[in-house]
């Protein structure tokens, strides 16, 4: 079970870290996180909706990669604990893997886009931990709280 909580708790951090960089820019989000059908690991999806339509590129890539470093944070501790060129050079290199939409969606990400998602990050971390220990026990045990 060890490896399901752990999965389950870098799930949310991802989503929840999207969320975080997509509502500093002013949008409204939607997460979701739901144990995968083999139920050995978890799914989760963050639809963001911008004020003016369409996302700038900018927020656009840096939505994209904000989950991978909010999962990486989660794994080190915090997002101090990470540097912005190294996680560039991490991200570009593949050895922190995006999935195929964030992939898009991050297309042409720059070191600039990393450096804003880790200000972010940094800046509402609490909130991304508080999220991971409010939502794992609703969704390991399959209740939902209205709030």
Known sequence: MANANQDLSL???HVVGQGVVAISAGCEIHLAVNPH???KSFDGGCWVRHPSGDLPDSLRRSIAVA???ASL???RGAPEEIEPLEAFDKLQSGELGLS???????EGFTLADVAFVL???????PII???VVRMSPVIL????RIH
């Not at 200000?119 to 971390?125: A, Y």
């Not at 045990?141 to 939902?144: A, G, P, Y």
């Open 11 to 13: 799930t949310i951090a």
């Open 37 to 39: 059908p083999g139920g």
């Open 67 to 69: 989950g991978e470093l």
């Open 73 to 75: 944070a989660f794994e």
């Open 100 to 106: 195929a939409s964030d992939a898009q969606m991050a």
């Open 119 to 125: 200000d972010v990050l940094c800046d509402r971390w």
């Open 129 to 131: 931990t508080d999220e």
């Open 141 to 144: 045990n399959n209740t939902h």
